[in-house]
């Protein structure tokens, strides 16, 4: 098992372009997290999902921002026409959920630059 | 909302030191994760606390959790140059068995030990 695998690991784009990013979590795990880390500060939650479903968003993410997890296996996070205020960290966390414990394993993440 | 507020922002000491990184917030956490991350990298948990006034240790950090579970703790003995990194504590709300994963995070302690 290689952990949890994102991609691409750096992005580039001009403002108004659409990105889209790739989360990879460990194969056994059932619940997959999207958060957003600007620099100088700590992650914030987004979005997530129970297998295919996603159970909760963030009021942070706006209608630019779409996610999916198709198959309850990988994800892509989605953003329309980016704006420079979306430059950021982009992590994705998996996890294999009990009632009792949850334990977050961490990608590398995407690093966002809009210009 | 609820907010984690870290002290201090940014700590700088020499090789063998001690230190001391504090997590507060007025609102009532089910548990309370810290963490640590390296640059490019994501978070990598080091400890789950739950129980008030519970003290974990992992080598030669030690974890503490407040008796009402608002505060918390990270306390380093000896600092050696190999603990550099940013630490984050991070505080899941849900008691009710819905998400641990869903993570409130301070805005992080910027550690650096010179040899």
């Keep these: 098992d290689t952990g949890v695998s994102q991609n691409p690991r750096h992005k580039i784009t001009k403002r108004g372009q659409n990105v889209t990013f790739r989360c990879d979590p460990i194969s056994e795990h059932n619940r997959l997290y999207w958060y957003r880390q600007t620099l100088g500060q700590g992650p914030e939650f987004l979005t997530y999902f129970q297998n295919e479903a996603q159970l909760e968003k963030s009021r942070l993410l706006s209608d630019r921002f779409s996610a999916e997890r198709p198959k309850g296996s990988f994800s892509t996070l989605e953003i329309q026409r980016t704006e420079q205020g979306d430059s950021a960290m982009y992590l994705c966390a998996s996890s294999l959920w009990s009632a009792t414990n949850e334990k977050l394993f961490f990608g590398s993440g995407t690093q966002l630059s809009v210009l | ?115």
């Design chain 2, 1 to 115: 909302t609820q907010l984690l507020e870290q002290s201090p922002q940014f700590l700088s000491i020499q090789e063998g030191e001690n230190l001391t990184v504090y997590c507060n917030s007025s609102s009532v956490f089910s548990s309370l994760q810290w963490y640590r991350q390296e640059p490019g990298e994501g978070p990598v948990l080091l400890v789950t606390v739950v129980t008030g006034g519970e003290v974990k240790k992992l080598k030669r950090l030690t974890f503490q959790f407040g008796d009402a579970r608002k505060d918390s703790s990270l306390h380093i003995t000896a600092a050696q140059p190999g603990d550099t990194g940013l630490y984050l504590c991070a505080g899941a709300g849900n008691a009710g068995g819905t998400s641990y994963g869903k993570l409130t995070f301070g805005q992080g302690t910027i550690l650096t030990v010179h040899p």
